[in-house]
């Protein structure tokens, strides 16, 4: 079982920035680099879409709503994966969650779920 723990939500006026960090406490580093790993999100009355993931290859994808303003990395030696959002709009208030997949080639990652912090943009 993989265990995703999301960190670094909250409150932020529009233009402003947030760091969001997933952490997989209970597995090895080797698991860690074969998964592949993502950030969704969900609004009120929306369906989960995926905002960007990153492979076992470090391939990345980003929805097109954020791309260039969001980025993703994976930070191999804490075990974590990151998304770095700048230039928040009030559209990207969401829960948003952290997902990671078995299949490290995968661009759409959905095994194993955090249980999702909130972001939400002012404007």
């Known amino acids: 079982q993989v265990q995703l723990v999301e960190s670094g939500g909250g409150f932020v006026q529009a233009g402003g920035s947030l760091r969001l960090s997933c952490a997989t406490p209970?597995?090895?580093?080797?698991?860690?680099?074969?998964?592949?790993m993502g950030w969704y999100r969900q609004a009120p009355g929306k369906e989960r879409e995926l905002v960007a993931a990153?492979?076992?290859?470090?391939?990345?994808r980003y929805a097109d709503s954020v791309k260039g303003r969001f980025t993703i990395s994976r930070d191999n030696r804490k075990k974590t994966v990151n998304l770095q959002m700048d230039s928040l709009k009030p559209e990207d208030t969401a829960v948003y969650y952290c997902?990671?997949?078995?299949?490290?080639?995968?661009?759409?990652?959905?095994?194993?779920w955090g249980q999702g912090t909130q972001v939400t943009v002012s404007s």
């Open positions: 209970r597995i090895i580093l080797s698991t860690f680099l074969s998964r592949s």
């Open positions: 997902a990671a997949d078995r299949d490290g080639t995968t661009m759409v990652p959905d095994d194993y």
């Open positions: 990153v492979n076992s290859d470090g391939d990345i």
